[in-house]
C-alpha cells in the first residue's frame, strides 16, 4: 500500500479531544509540535480493533520503551471511522492503562459520528492499527499498519531510519 501522505509534509493534526500521559483532559489539542523536533511516532487504533491490541499496541511499546529520551515525540489517536457506539473517548484512559504508555491519547471522530477521522482523512490511512513516522524536517517517511519495531530501531541505528518497511 502506497498512502498519499507518504513523503508528503505531515499536515497538522485537527484531533481536538486528548488527554495527557497522566490520563488528565489537555487543556488544548495537541499539536506536532508538541511531540518536539525530532522524528514523531503516530499510532492510531480503535479500541475494539483486535489487531490494534494483539499488534499495533505490543509493538509501540517496544518503541516508547527503547526510544524515550532519545529525541522522539509519541501519541496515540483513537481514529474512529466505525463503531462509533463502541470506539468512544472514554477507551482512551483505560487503554493508556492496560498498556502502561504515560504518553498523549486523543479522539478522533467526525462530529457527525460518521466517516473517516481528521487523521485518516489528512494522512490518508488505511484503518487500524497503523503507524505513521514524521522525520525531524516533518515529511513522513513511514505510513502502515504493521512496523516491524526490530527492523525500525536496527534502520535506527545504522542512519537509515527509512529503511524498515
Not at 475494539?48 to 501519541?75: D, E, N, R
Not at 484503518?127 to 513516522?133: A, D
Request: overall charge negative.
Amino acid at each position: 500500500m502506497q498512502p498519499g501522505s507518504l513523503n508528503q509534509p505531515a499536515p497538522e493534526l485537527r484531533v481536538d479531544t486528548w488527554i495527557d500521559g497522566s490520563g488528565q483532559p489537555m487543556g488544548k489539542p495537541l499539536r506536532l509540535a508538541d511531540l518536539g523536533g525530532g522524528f514523531k511516532v503516530i499510532y492510531c487504533f480503535q479500541h475494539w480493533c483486535p489487531g490494534c491490541h494483539s499488534h499495533g499496541f505490543p509493538t509501540l511499546q517496544m518503541l516508547v520503551k527503547a526510544l524515550s529520551g532519545k529525541g522522539f515525540g509519541f501519541a496515540v489517536i483513537q481514529s474512529v471511522f466505525e463503531g462509533f457506539d463502541e470506539n468512544t473517548a472514554d477507551k482512551l484512559r483505560p487503554t493508556q492503562e492496560r498498556y502502561g504508555l504515560d504518553i498523549p491519547f486523543g479522539h478522533d471522530v467526525q462530529p457527525d459520528g460518521a466517516g473517516l477521522s481528521s487523521f485518516m482523512q489528512d494522512y490518508q490511512t488505511g484503518g487500524t492499527p497503523w503507524f505513521t513516522v514524521i522525520d525531524p524536517e516533518g515529511r513522513v517517511i513511514y505510513a502502515d499498519f504493521h512496523l516491524d519495531p526490530a527492523r525500525f530501531l536496527g534502520a535506527l541505528g545504522q542512519g537509515a531510519p527509512g529503511q524498515w518497511a
